[in-house]
């Protein structure tokens, strides 16, 4: 049904805002930088200037994007992201259960705390991090009242993938959540009296039928995950750096945001990718979407 | 219907008097200049009671933002000037921000206290006649290390990049051109060397080094140093004297590397479009004055250029040789400099295969 057709004015009414709010701060914004990819930095009086630009002059910033350099950047990113993914995942789906499984008096005060992280601001948690994993942080400190060995994991690839793990967890409870709630019960135990058991129950039945909320929750994790840099910048050591950090570093100290702007692209389109790969598993689920 | 039509009507008008009043604006600032100012500073970088001080003796409101760093500074000015006044950038972003337009010529007539700076910083190759800088404060760059923790005093950049002794306990700053300069003063070049092989064997050995280091920091080297993550860390002599100062078991010690170093100078100038040029000039007069630099100092603890102000700071800080160190060791400090766009996209296309690698 068309029902923009019968409630034009409403429709155009409501579209106009947001849309514009879209085209002026959305598409305006990377528009510019798509341009800027594809420039290069003037040449003034025989000296390459800070600031002018000639546009769309080159595609020599994504030929050098395809450096070695920047490929283990990008390398780094993917794995990175994908294990902590993997950990959220494994976390967050006995979590999402228990709390849909939980009393419902104590449901609303459980999603809350889940929520809660989202309300203290991204840097603030990831320097509250530092100061438990650092070298005389409250995990040794704690692990020295027990007589236990001191751990150095701070400034090293598990405080970041901890880090990534600690601040993306809640992105992947709630769609879990929501689908599981969602969730016929009556299944499950269908499944049982049949006689199927607890894991086939769990494999057959569970597993399938939560696999939109499995899905949402991969995506809304390793997404921000790639494109992420607070988190190797504040927990890495010398050996951490992600492709985040190499284009935050073009267009901060490098000053070369036409390189920095290509970058960024071909992050974006490694995120396409991903959305891709996503749009055929969801085909191939037989169009089941969270 | 008609009740819309003239809601426009008075929107156009509204709109056209914001306009008229946009325009107008500058015309007015120039008649007679607001009493207000607008720095941007560093962190911990001006006195207590210096912002105070300034608004008594000559009734300016003055308003102070912070930068963490002049790539920051720099990102801020290029979008253009947001409504700064006072600057604080150091000496080898000069050039760089003066060839974008970013800074106001100084008119030296209207800061008569520019005579109480000594005559080495009266003139700087980086702004020949002082035009667009003022001298505020200078250091050196070396090591930062916990006496309990080292053997001797670690004097050798050699420490921090192929020797086992530290390993896993330093900390070095993750910027390209700290991170190239350490490299090259330890293989005996210049610290802004351009020159291809010496920035190859430079990008060389700070891979190799990245086995013992334990982190690029950003300019926190100090604090990791205090709290005891690492032990030898590279960083400003200021920042160093700072926590020394505040480290009550007296651990902390600062050393310049007998491979040399880098000496920097940090300025105050003015932001080119800036809304108080007037009031930026008496700012930068007042924080000149001898016994208002030295109530700076007190608070900061950095070397002031200013001798009137270090005359009135007691004998402590003025024999201070982490502060001030001797000729010979700043002979061996080179100053920082500009090297160009290319060149400096250079040193970070190495910088970051040295962080790939």
Redesign the interface.
């Known amino acids: 049904m068309d029902y923009w057709k019968d409630f034009r004015k409403v429709f155009f009414t409501l579209m106009t805002l947001g849309s514009f709010w879209m085209l002026l701060f959305f598409v305006v914004p990377m528009g510019f930088l798509f341009v800027l990819s594809f420039s290069s930095?003037a040449i003034v009086n025989g000296?390459?200037?800070?600031?002018d630009y000639n546009y769309f002059s080159t595609i020599a910033n994504y030929v050098?994007a395809a450096?070695?350099?920047?490929l283990?950047?990008l390398g780094?990113a993917v794995l990175w992201s994908a294990i902590a993914t993997i950990v959220c995942l494994l976390l967050a789906y006995p979590l999402a259960f228990a709390v849909c499984f939980s009393a419902p008096k104590w449901r609303p005060i459980l999603l809350l705390l889940l929520i809660l992280p989202f309300w203290i601001n991204l840097l603030i948690r990831t320097y509250a991090l530092i100061q438990v994993l650092?070298?005389?942080g409250f995990l040794n400190q704690a692990l020295g009242f027990f007589h236990l060995p001191q751990t150095?994991i701070?400034?090293g690839t598990s405080a970041v993938i901890m880090g990534l793990v600690y601040v993306y967890l809640p992105f992947m409870v709630l769609p879990l959540y929501s689908t599981i709630e969602k969730l016929d019960k009556s299944y499950l135990e269908a499944s049982l009296d049949l006689g199927a058991s607890q894991p086939r129950t769990f494999w057959s039945i569970t597993l399938p039928l939560t696999m939109p909320g499995v899905i949402t929750g991969i995506i809304l994790v390793f997404i921000p995950c790639l494109g992420s840099f607070l988190t190797s910048?504040l927990l890495?050591?010398?050996?951490n750096?992600m492709i985040g950090?190499?284009i935050q570093?073009?267009?901060?100290?490098?000053?070369?945001w036409p390189f920095g702007a290509a970058l960024s692209f071909i992050l974006m389109y490694a995120t396409f990718f991903v959305l891709f790969v996503r749009a055929m598993l969801t085909r191939r689920s037989k169009g089941v979407d969270a | 219907m008609n009740n819309i039509k003239s809601n426009r009507r008075q929107l156009l008008k509204g709109a056209g008097a914001a306009m008229v009043g946009i325009t107008l604006m500058p015309y007015k600032s120039m008649a007679a200049e607001e009493k207000k100012l607008n720095v941007y500073n560093w962190d911990t970088y001006i006195g207590e009671t210096t912002l105070a001080d300034f608004n008594a003796a000559t009734g300016i409101d003055a308003k102070m933002d912070l930068f963490g760093s002049n790539d920051e500074l720099f990102a801020k000015l290029k979008a253009g000037n947001p409504g700064y006044d006072v600057i604080v950038p150091s000496s080898n972003y000069i050039e760089r921000m003066v060839k974008a337009n970013m800074l106001m010529p100084i008119d030296h007539a209207k800061v008569p206290n520019i005579a109480n700076l000594d005559k080495q910083f009266q003139d700087a190759d980086f702004d020949p006649g002082r035009k667009y800088s003022l001298a505020y404060m200078w250091g050196t760059f070396g090591i930062g290390y916990r006496k309990s923790k080292a053997k001797a005093t670690p004097d050798s950049w050699h420490l921090l990049l192929d020797d086992p002794t530290y390993a896993g306990r330093i900390s070095i700053q993750g910027t390209a051109e700290f991170g190239f300069g350490i490299a090259l003063k330890t293989l005996g070049y210049n610290w802004n060397s351009t020159d291809a092989t010496e920035l190859g064997k430079a990008k060389d050995l700070l891979i190799a080094s990245k086995k013992n280091i334990k982190i690029f920091a950003k300019d926190n080297g100090q604090d990791l140093l205090a709290s005891g993550d690492v032990d030898v860390c590279a960083e400003y002599s200021g920042d160093i004297v700072q926590v020394m100062k505040a480290d009550t078991t007296n651990d902390l010690g600062y050393v310049i590397p007998k491979e040399g170093s880098n000496r920097w100078q940090d300025t105050v100038a003015i932001a080119a479009g800036a809304p108080h040029p007037e009031n930026a000039h008496a700012f930068l007069n007042f924080i000149l004055d001898g016994q208002n630099n030295a109530n700076i100092v007190k608070t900061i603890g950095y070397a002031t250029p200013n001798a009137a102000g270090r005359a009135l700071m007691d004998d402590e800080y003025k024999n201070n040789k982490n502060i001030f160190p001797s000729d010979e060791q700043l002979a061996m400090c080179d100053p920082g400099k500009y090297l160009g766009e290319d060149a400096t996209k250079y040193r970070d296309e190495l910088w970051t295969a040295i962080q790939a690698a």
């Open positions: 930095k000296e390459t200037s800070i600031l050098d450096g070695s350099s920047y283990v950047l780094r650092r070298t005389n150095d701070l400034f910048d890495g050591g010398p050996n750096w950090n190499a570093n073009q267009f901060g100290e490098a000053n070369n």
